[in-house]
Every structure is written in C-alpha cells, then in structure tokens.
C-alpha cells in the first residue's frame, strides 16, 4: 500500500470515529446534560476512552487518537451548542493522554490507564472550570467543604484527602472499565471482517470557484460588519469588567455583572443568550451566598447564627466574573465564527483537514440513526434493567463496526478526492 493511500486510511479512521464520538456528544451528551445527572462529564469521558482504545486496535497507528479528538473537537466547534470552548479543550486534552497511554500498543493495562487518567481529566476540568468562572474563592470552598465532609464522616483530619483518594479511585476505575470494554469492542471488530458489497459512502463537498467563494465571503463579512461592532463592544466591556472585579469593592460587583449583562443583551442578543437562562444564574447565585454565609469568615449575626456576609459578598464576585468570561468566550465566537476558519484553510496546509472534517460532519447524522438503531437491537436482544451492561457493551460494538466500515469508505473517497484535485493542478500547470 502506497503511502498516500495510508494516509488515506489514517484521516479515514479519524473522520468516523471522530464523528462517532461527535454523535455520542451529541445524544447522549445532550441526554445527560437535559437530565442534570450528576458526574455526567465522567460518563461522556469514559465513553470517549472506550471509543478511543477501540480505535486503536482497530487500526493500530500512532497519532490516530489525537487526530480522532482534533476532529471530534472540530465537530463540537461547529456544532449550535453555546458552550463549545471548555468541551473542546476537553476531547483534545483526553485524546492526548489516552495517545500517550497506548504509546506502545492498546494492551491491557495501557487501556486501564489511559481511561482512568481519561475520567480522572474529566473531573479536573470541570474544577479547573469552576476556577477559572468564579476565581480563587472555589479552592477554599472545596478544602472547607472536604474538611466538614471529614469531621462528619468521623475520619482524621488530612485536608480533605481521605475524602478525595477514595472517589478519586473510583473515577478511575470508571474510566479503566469503559476503556476495557473498549477494547473488547475493538477486539471483536478485527475478528470480524467487514463484510462484502458496498459500504455507506460518506459524500465529500462539492468545490467551487474560488471567485464564488471569495464573493460569498465578502458579501457574509459586508452583511456581518454592522452586528461585528457590537460584538467587539461586549469584548471590551467583558474585559473590563474582569479587570474592575480587581480593583473594585465587593458591593459593587454585582451591579457592574448585572450592567454588562443588560448591556450586552441591547448590543447583541445572539451573544447573550450564550448565558443561559437565568433560572441557572439565580440557583447558582443562591448556591453560592449560602456557601458563603456558612463557610465564610464569620463577621456578622443573622437570626442568633453567626454568618459571613464577606462569603456572601464573595458570591456576587464569582457570578459576575463568570457571566464576564462567558459573555467574552461568546463575543470572540462569534466576531470570528468556525465556517470562516474553515474556509480560510482551503488553498493551504491546513486543506486537507479542513475537507476530513466536513466529511466527519457529514457522517454525524449517519451516526446518530446508526446509534440509535443499535441501542433498539440490543433492547430487543436483552431486555431488562439487569442486562443494561450488556446491551451498552452490544451497542458500542454495533457502533464500533459501523464506524470502521465508514472509515475505510472515507478512505476511499478522500483518496478518489485527492487524486482528482491532483489531476486539476496538473491541467492548470500545462494550460
């Protein structure tokens, strides 16, 4: 096999297994995420890992599962979703440790490791998140927490780490689980040939002239320039914002968030509904205040109990320092959206991923039937909540032989592709 038909192969696999982990984001993901289940992000991880081991003993090349998670989070990119950033850091971060892990093959232990360190990725993230929105005061809420958490379970005190070691063992084991039946998965997959006939040939998009494309964008930047403005107003006004939450007192911070927030909505109202409903910010909100009333320094009286409302105070800060970073991640999106980076790609280096990707988007459809269809034939072959493991063990093998078979049809038209591109650069070069 030529080289250029290898790599073939290679961006094959990573279009339909990135699509695949795409697709799982986005049902069961969204299924997840409509319920509020606890520990959803752990779930969505170990499913990730288990799609990822799978993948690499499917087609055991190094470099295929970053790649995998490069397209999966260029599928999240353009997806509608408000909240593309912290997912996508998310898949590319886990695809590198579970790459590093399976360095030398998906062996078994590899696999353990790399899905626990996979789940162990999803938990740190969301904390690191929770850091990053409201700022400094989450870490001594969570050491206070976990120090309370100790005195009432009656063990010694350790700064919460007799608390955090035993959950955190159980997220890994979570992650190794998934990661094995993963690589059943997989392994069930190289046993079993593709079979014979036509396999679902994922359609690659049409190419244009570059005069039409060229049109199309300037007539998009013409008709975006006025809503750009303010875009760019809510940008700086988010900025500033953080930097007032520093130099300002703690009573000011909640009318300085609820300034931006009205102003952001008379700006542009496409950036700000990436906040949300605001039942989520009065839940959040009042979370936070009674975290900080009971947990705070102690600095005032209320009904015969002392609270703090410095804590309190420190709520207020933390909500609009978050509304500030989403308000700002939402204005950057938008004044420079996915569909244009893409396009800027075509006629460069970055070509050839930039045409994997949307063949990856449009296998996501495909998926998303094809998951479903194999979530109802594991129902019907075991019903009952007491087989639920395996019916997802069922479905994820279903998922994984569909995925390969679409790859090597990528494959093929990604090669059929670029030889036909080849062929009109030969012709332009001899006219």
Same mark, same amino acid.
């Given at each position: 096999?030529?080289?250029?038909?290898?790599?073939?192969?290679?961006?094959g696999?990573?279009? #339909?297994?990135?699509?695949?982990?795409?697709?799982?984001?986005?049902?069961?993901?969204?299924?997840?995420?409509?319920?509020?289940?606890?520990?959803?992000?752990?779930?969505?991880?170990?499913?990730?890992?288990?799609?990822?081991?799978?993948?690499?003993?499917? $087609?055991?090349?190094?470099?295929?599962?970053?790649?995998?998670?490069?397209?999966?989070?260029?599928?999240?990119?353009?997806?509608?979703?408000?909240?593309?950033?912290?997912?996508?850091?998310?898949?590319?971060?886990?695809?590198?440790?579970?790459?590093?892990?399976?360095?030398?093959?998906?062996?078994?232990? #590899?696999?353990?490791?790399?899905?626990?360190?996979?789940?162990?990725?999803?938990?740190?993230?969301?904390?690191?998140?929770?850091?990053?929105? $409201?700022?400094?005061?989450?870490?001594?809420? $969570?050491?206070?927490?976990?120090?309370?958490?100790?005195?009432?379970?009656?063990?010694?005190?350790?700064?919460?780490?007799?608390?955090v =070691?035993?959950?955190?063992?159980?997220?890994? =084991?979570?992650g190794?689980?998934?990661?094995?039946?993963?690589?059943?998965?997989?392994?069930?997959?190289?046993?079993?040939?593709?079979?014979?006939?036509?396999?679902?040939?994922?359609?690659?998009?049409e190419?244009?002239g570059?005069?039409?494309?060229?049109?199309?964008?300037?007539?998009?930047?013409?008709?975006?320039?006025?809503?750009?403005?303010?875009?760019?107003?809510?940008?700086?006004?988010?900025?500033?914002?953080?930097?007032?939450?520093?130099?300002?007192?703690?009573?000011?911070?909640?009318?300085?968030?609820?300034?931006?927030?009205?102003?952001?909505?008379?700006?542009?109202r496409?950036?700000?509904?990436?906040l949300?409903?605001? =039942?989520?910010?009065?839940v959040?909100?009042?979370?936070?205040?009674l975290?900080g009333?009971?947990?705070?320094?102690?600095?005032?009286?209320?009904?015969?109990?002392?609270?703090?409302?410095?804590?309190?105070?420190?709520?207020?800060?933390m909500?609009?320092?978050?509304?500030?970073?989403?308000?700002?991640?939402?204005?950057?999106?938008?004044?420079?959206?996915?569909?244009?980076?893409?396009?800027?790609?075509?006629?460069?280096?970055?070509?050839?991923?930039?045409?994997?990707?949307?063949?990856a988007?449009?296998?996501?459809?495909?998926?998303?039937?094809?998951?479903?269809? =194999?979530?109802?034939?594991?129902?019907?072959q075991?019903?009952?909540?007491?087989?639920?493991?395996?019916?997802?063990?069922?479905?994820?093998?279903?998922?994984?032989?569909?995925?390969?078979?679409?790859?090597?049809?990528?494959?093929?038209?990604?090669?059929?592709?670029?030889?036909?591109?080849?062929?009109?650069?030969?012709?332009?070069?001899?006219?």
């Amino acid at each position: 096999m030529s080289d250029a038909s290898e790599r073939d192969r290679f961006w094959g696999h990573a279009a #339909a297994f990135g699509a695949l982990w795409g697709a799982l984001e986005a049902t069961v993901g969204s299924f997840l995420h409509a319920l509020k289940v606890p520990f959803g992000g752990t779930m969505l991880a170990a499913t990730g890992a288990a799609l990822l081991i799978a993948l690499r003993v499917t $087609y055991p090349r190094r470099g295929v599962l970053v790649a995998a998670g490069a397209v999966c989070a260029g599928v999240k990119l353009c997806s509608p979703a408000t909240v593309v950033v912290g997912p996508m850091v998310g898949i590319l971060v886990e695809s590198v440790l579970v790459e590093l892990a399976c360095l030398f093959g998906a062996s078994a232990p #590899a696999a353990i490791f790399g899905g626990g360190l996979a789940t162990l990725w999803a938990l740190s993230q969301k904390v690191l998140t929770q850091i990053v929105l $409201y700022g400094a005061p989450v870490i001594d809420l $969570y050491r206070e927490v976990l120090k309370r958490a100790e005195a009432w379970i009656g063990l010694a005190p350790s700064g919460g780490v007799r608390v955090v =070691a035993p959950f955190a063992a159980l997220v890994f =084991a979570i992650g190794a689980t998934a990661a094995l039946a993963g690589r059943r998965a997989g392994g069930a997959r190289r046993e079993a040939p593709l079979p014979d006939g036509p396999h679902p040939q994922p359609p690659l998009p049409e190419r244009r002239g570059g005069s039409d494309s060229r049109s199309g964008a300037s007539a998009s930047r013409l008709g975006d320039r006025g809503a750009g403005g303010g875009r760019l107003a809510i940008l700086a006004l988010s900025l500033a914002l953080l930097v007032a939450l520093s130099t300002t007192r703690a009573g000011l911070h909640a009318p300085l968030g609820l300034a931006l927030v009205v102003l952001a909505f008379a700006l542009d109202r496409g950036v700000a509904r990436a906040l949300g409903r605001p =039942a989520r910010w009065v839940v959040t909100g009042a979370v936070l205040a009674l975290f900080g009333l009971w947990l705070g320094p102690r600095d005032a009286h209320l009904a015969g109990h002392a609270v703090s409302f410095a804590g309190a105070l420190a709520a207020t800060t933390m909500l609009a320092r978050a509304a500030a970073i989403v308000l700002l991640g939402a204005a950057v999106m938008a004044r420079f959206p996915p569909a244009e980076a893409l396009a800027r790609l075509r006629g460069t280096r970055g070509r050839r991923f930039a045409e994997v990707l949307v063949v990856a988007l449009e296998l996501v459809p495909t998926l998303v039937a094809r998951l479903g269809e =194999a979530r109802r034939e594991a129902e019907a072959q075991s019903p009952g909540l007491r087989h639920a493991p395996r019916r997802a063990f069922e479905s994820l093998v279903a998922a994984v032989a569909h995925a390969s078979a679409l790859a090597e049809s990528a494959a093929d038209s990604l090669g059929a592709d670029r030889e036909e591109l080849g062929g009109v650069s030969e012709q332009e070069v001899g006219t």
